[in-house]
């Protein structure tokens, strides 16, 4: 394993709206820095359509998130598409960050590694994976035209892909435990309003049958038509997602019971030079939007520029 002896002023680990917005601001602020993300944008790649972006009507993620990265190019950094096998503090208080081929130092860390989807943990799931079973509509949706589809979840990224499933979908079911789906007005406004799009509350998947493929899903309740399972080809898994603390852990960062990290008003964690920003923090209420992805990514990059330079 090579060694670089630069130290750096910071490495930024995470390249979704919080880590490259912490590199943007860190370019400002003539920080010396890496950024490393294997996929820039991560989770918001997968967004049809983004409608709450200040500024702009309407954009994919996919664009919002290339705009993003053209930014932090334009500051000459380049976006390094390793992962992280190890990170450390040493004696001198300085970083060691390995990604299995090199190891990289830098006198401050910004922990912005997101989310991960959620699993059902239910018999059919991990089987069909691929063969029906999807965590992804931008990515899969075409794949369902004119077929039936169902959709697991109550909130917004729920009710948003019961939405866009309908523009391929000759049927689709939003299948929600609650009794009261927990999205937007906006978006609840749209799904009363199409009729392809059939909502069965307070009921449970509990398990995804079939052959080579998905075919049916079982429920836990007895439906109006006596049976306990819908024909369905494809099932859309949109209940959460978990957050990314793996290298967190090994630098001794404390988390909530929910597994978030733990910030305090400058994105500052429990360990001295930790810095975390995004989905996977405790900041900004947990309102989990890519607008506060990007507030704390700057706010990371701050109060890095404070500790360091001022």
């Known amino acids: 394993m090579e060694t670089e002896n630069k130290i750096y002023d910071l490495i930024i680990i995470g390249a979704g709206a919080a880590g490259l917005t912490a590199s943007v601001y860190a370019s400002r602020y003539k920080l010396e820095h890496l950024i490393f993300g294997v996929e820039p944008g991560g989770q918001i ?12 009507i309407a954009i994919s993620g996919r664009d919002l998130i290339s ?19 190890s990170i450390k503090k040493n004696e001198a208080e300085i970083f060691e960050v390995e990604t299995g081929r090199d190891k990289y130092l ?3 860390i910004i922990l912005a590694m997101g989310t991960s989807y959620k699993k059902m943990n239910i018999p059919g799931e991990k089987e069909f994976t691929g063969k029906g079973v999807s965590y992804c509509a931008t990515c899969d949706a075409m794949f369902f035209r004119d077929k039936i589809v ?11 892909v019961a939405l866009e499933l309908a523009d391929f979908a000759s049927k689709v079911y939003l299948i929600s435990r609650g009794e009261r789906l927990s999205a937007d007005p ?23 049958k079939g052959d080579t493929k998905v075919e049916k899903i079982i429920l836990d309740k007895t439906l109006p038509d006596d049976k ?8 859309f898994i949109e209940i959460g997602s978990e957050p990314g603390i793996e290298l967190a852990r090994k630098l001794g960062v404390e988390t909530d019971e929910q597994n978030f990290i733990k910030v305090g008003i400058d994105q500052s964690t429990n ?23 990007t507030a704390e990514g700057a706010l990371a990059a701050n109060g890095v520029y404070k500790k360091l330079k001022l």
């Open 45 to 56: 790649n997968e967004i049809h359509s983004v409608e709450n972006w200040p500024g702009t």
């Open 67 to 85: 705009n993003m990265v053209a930014q932090v190019n334009n500051f000459g950094v380049q976006i390094r598409g390793e992962s992280i096998s």
């Open 106 to 108: 830098a006198k401050a």
């Open 150 to 160: 169902s959709v697991v979840g109550g909130g917004n990224s729920a009710v948003v």
């Open 186 to 208: 906006v978006w609840l406004d749209k799904l009363a309003s199409n009729p392809k799009i059939e909502i069965i509350r307070e009921t449970n998947v509990v398990e995804i």
């Open 228 to 235: 306990t399972f819908l024909t369905v080809d494809g099932v």
């Open 271 to 293: 360990v001295s030079g930790v810095f975390a920003a995004g989905d996977v923090t405790t900041g900004s209420n947990k309102f989990r939007q890519i607008v506060m992805a």
